[in-house]
């Protein structure tokens, strides 16, 4: 009588057709993918991401340097989660720490507290010509049009005057022409914003000016009242087409210096 050799893959079959075993199989395989996208998930929360913090206090208004910075490993999910954190050195170095912040040594770096050198109020004066100084022309709301004037622009300088030695001549002209304008203060010192009165009322305008150009601006305050500077708003294409700063009028300029004279 020849032996019976037993079936492997029936033996399978029933096993896998147990409702049973079955149902066991499937439990343990949903128990596995939970275990396995847990333990992802923690891992992914724990796992540190290096990022920039200040290696000092860093006051406002200062260039941040490579120096300045150190590097840390934070949690994962706190990065993913602070949208506004900065996460790479690069930029971090050469932006400064906003005006109206500072940053404590320890701290981490965000978007809202770094700006761009020509985000910064009076980034204009970072970078003054040679031979160059920065003149201020007094003014009010009615010379400048009520804040017609803003950073940037370019606008002329007139001037007005009384010729006393000619029988009172009146005399009236372009002193400057194409002057770019710095800034607009207030009183206080406050930047003002073009069609806003939300900082206060303008006070004077600051100018990039040749020591020369200096020279003669400042000899025309020191007539007695005589002389007064007023600017003139000029259009968008004025500005986008301006030319060099120079004395538009060789008569007004020398009559400055008479007066000088005669005063000494």
Same mark, same amino acid.
């Given at each position: ?90 930029? !971090?170095?050469?932006?400064?720490? +906003?005006?109206?912040? @500072? &940053?404590? *040594?320890? %701290?981490?770096? #965000? ?69 770019? !304008?710095?800034?607009?203060?207030? +009183?206080?010192?406050? @930047? &003002?914003? *073009?069609? %806003?009165?939300? #900082? ?65």
């Amino acid at each position: 009588m020849g032996k019976v050799k037993k079936n492997g893959s029936g033996i399978i079959r029933r096993f896998i057709g147990n409702r049973n075993t079955v149902t066991i199989l499937g439990f343990l395989a949903c128990v596995a993918v939970l275990v396995i996208g847990y333990n992802y998930r923690v891992k992914e929360a724990i796992s540190p991401i290096t990022v920039p913090y200040a290696k000092q206090d860093i006051p406002s208004r200062t260039l941040i340097t490579s120096d300045m910075i150190g590097r840390i490993r934070i949690s994962s999910e706190y990065v993913n989660n602070a949208d506004n954190l900065i996460k790479q050195p690069k930029d !971090v170095v050469g932006k400064y720490v +906003s005006f109206k912040t @500072n &940053i404590s *040594k320890g %701290s981490l770096f #965000y978007k809202e507290s770094l700006k761009e050198a020509d985000e910064m109020p009076d980034a204009a004066f970072a970078n003054i010509e040679s031979k160059h100084t920065i003149y201020s022309l007094s003014v009010n709301a009615d010379t400048t049009f009520y804040n017609q004037i803003r950073a940037g622009d370019y606008i002329d300088l007139y001037m007005s005057a009384v010729d006393k030695e000619n029988n009172n001549l009146v005399m009236y002209g372009r002193l400057i022409e194409s002057i770019r !304008v710095l800034a607009v203060k207030d +009183s206080k010192g406050n @930047n &003002i914003i *073009k069609n %806003s009165i939300a #900082y206060g009322k303008p006070s004077e305008l600051l100018f990039s000016v040749s020591d020369e150009m200096f020279l003669l601006l400042k000899e025309a305050e020191y007539v007695d009242g005589d002389i007064e500077i007023t600017p003139v708003v000029r259009n968008e294409k004025y500005t986008a087409d301006a030319g060099d700063t120079v004395v538009s009028s060789e008569q007004l300029r020398q009559f400055i210096e008479s007066q000088v004279m005669v005063m000494q």
